[in-house]
């Protein structure tokens, strides 16, 4: 199975996540605007590279899960990390409101049928983490589930288990499961807000509804202290990455997925004897 990268961001395994001890800005020593530029070209540019390397080796998919609150910047981190990228070989999608027919089965059923095929990078802008997130903030959102259980404390505790065992069946089966929390505070989040109001052509990303949510703030960040401490497995790691600056925290994520297909070492298939005879002969009908 698949081993996480090491990272100053990696959450621990061992169940002694604290969300109190996370920095959501860049370490004192971090480069500036124009070398975070430089260096998300260049990582851009390795990752462009590693997806046709992907695909041709067959054995592998990757999914990267973006989980974060309002204005954290997983739209804007997703297509900057992913510019160059083959489309054909790339799939993101975002999980809104439960569909009537997604509410018919189980928390997983929806995620599931999106899952990248083998040689290709998956998105998901949020994801089943909803579950154990929002829900959990919001349990009026559990009654059109229709759940045959009492719910309370074991529904999550639950639900954890068959996270740990749906991540671990995918990496199994070679899908890689990069978990990306952007840590935002709540300053920042408030500024980009107004940055919303104030600039029409982002008036269509605000929603008073955002803006409510920040009463449930702390609420949110026990619900992420919780998932993560609960499904931080070394076949299925959280990086926590301190998104109050976007370059840097797309440099990160970046980095991250570079470093990962690296360790995987992908190669292209080899021709065998008889397959390069082959080719000979079809180049000498080509050459006629």
Known sequence: MHKAVISDYLAPFDGSFRVKKLPTEPPDDAPGKSKLKERLDELTEELAELQPLLYADNRHALLCIFQALDAAGKDGTIKAVLTGVNPAGCQVFAFKQPTVEELD??????????LPERGRIGVFNRSYYEEVLVVRVHPEFLAPQRLPGKGGEQLWAERFESIRNYERHLSINGTIVLKFWLNVSKEEQRRRFLARIDSPEKNWKFSTRDVQERNHWDDYMHAYE???????REWAPWYVIPADDKKYARVCVADIMVRTLKALKLEFPKSSAEDLHRFEEMRALLEE
């Open 105 to 114: 089965h189980d928390f997983l059923w929806r995620t599931t049928m999106r």
């Open 226 to 232: 919780e998932a993560i401490r609960a499904t931080a």
